[in-house]
């Protein structure tokens, strides 16, 4: 599957923005996926997923209450909804799939379990 991460921008610390990714599969509904997230010169970090099939959704401390994880499977598109946004949120954000990943809290977290990434998309917050 081929993805394509969109959405990325410019904003004022408390500003909103809704990341897409979408993707080129047909059975794009049987792949979990994640969003990451890398500053340069540091490692990439965990931010979202969302299980296939069940929809379950899982976030990183960091983001818990801030970002909204949600698919649309008709659209091939996954949503990450960033609301209340901080200066700490500025990165390069990647959505990445993995096919029938296993719902489990810490698995949707390690980067090595997606076998399929997109090429990212500049999230910048001032304060």
């Known amino acids: 599957v081929q993805l394509q991460a969109s959405g990325g921008g410019t904003v004022q610390a408390g500003d909103s923005l809704r990341l897409s990714c979408v993707g080129s599969?047909?059975?794009?509904?049987?792949?979990?996926i994640g969003w990451f997230r890398q500053v340069p010169g540091e490692g990439r970090e965990f931010v979202a997923a969302?299980?296939?099939?069940?929809?379950?959704?899982y976030y990183a401390d960091s983001v818990k209450g801030r970002f909204t994880i949600s698919r649309d499977n008709a659209k091939n598109t996954v949503y990450l909804q960033m609301n209340s946004l901080k200066p700490e949120d500025t990165a390069v954000y990647y959505c990445?799939?993995?096919?029938?990943?296993?719902?489990?809290?810490?698995?949707?977290?390690?980067?090595?379990?997606?076998?399929?990434w997109g090429q990212g998309t500049l999230v910048t917050v001032s304060s």
């Open positions: 990445a799939a993995d096919y029938r990943g296993l719902p489990d809290s810490d698995y949707v977290t390690r980067m090595f379990e997606y076998d399929y």
């Open positions: 599969d047909r059975t794009f509904s049987s792949y979990s």
């Open positions: 969302i299980a296939w099939g069940s929809a379950n959704t």
